[in-house]
């Protein structure tokens, strides 16, 4: 289980998430094997990964962009909300390489807009705290172990929160820990 800290009434509200500029865009949900049959269970169909032992999803044409297959249109709602993938229950928070690609770290998408209003408030930096906690505990790590792939590319537009040592290290052991 994944705590989240943005309420859905803001989440459906909001046009951000789901929705990408172009089909190859670097931020569209990576999916393990296992989530790929679960939303396949819930609807998705095969095509929409190109890779079943673990991909990114395949976007399809939405507006002037393109769009998750599993986001409906007409209602605004993830179509597999329970059945979304580890990168999505995630959200706001992104986990990518610094901009050395020498240690993970996870960070604030800024363009989250419910993020940007409440990220320096002690319920947030609370929060930070238990995800970090969360994202290094080996039943987590060992996922973004297995599946280099869910550690996206450093972005600018990501604010740094905290350097992950345990995934660090087990993508790249001749790391030494510390701390930012
Ligand atoms: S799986 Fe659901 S939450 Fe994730 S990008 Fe697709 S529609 Fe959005």
Same mark, same amino acid.
């Given at each position: 289980m994944i705590e989240q800290i943005v309420p859905s009434t803001i989440c459906f509200a909001c046009d951000v998430c789901c929705r990408f500029p172009d089909d190859t865009s670097p931020l569209r949900p990576y999916f393990t094997e296992?989530?790929?049959? =679960?939303?396949? +269970? =819930? @609807? *998705? +169909? #095969?095509? =929409?990964? #190109?890779? $079943? $032992? @673990?991909?990114? *999803?395949r976007l399809v044409p939405h507006d002037e962009g393109y769009r998750c297959p599993a986001f409906c249109p007409e209602t605004g709602h993830c179509g597999i909300y329970t059945a979304r993938p580890l990168d999505c229950r995630l959200y706001p928070i992104a986990v990518m390489w610094d901009v050395e690609t020498q240690a993970v770290v996870m960070g604030w998408d800024s363009k989250c807009p419910f993020i940007r209003g409440t990220r320096e408030s002690p319920e947030s930096q609370m929060y930070v705290d238990r995800m970090a906690a969360r994202l290094e505990s080996p039943n987590i790590a060992d996922i973004f172990i297995e599946h280099p792939q869910l550690v996206g590319a450093y972005q600018d537009d990501v604010i740094i929160l905290k350097r992950l040592d345990t995934i660090t290290l087990g993508l790249r052991p001749s790391e030494k820990p510390r701390r930012p």
């Open positions: 296992e989530e790929i049959r =679960a939303a396949m +269970a =819930a @609807g *998705v +169909a #095969p095509d =929409a990964f #190109p890779d $079943h $032992h @673990g991909s990114q *999803v």
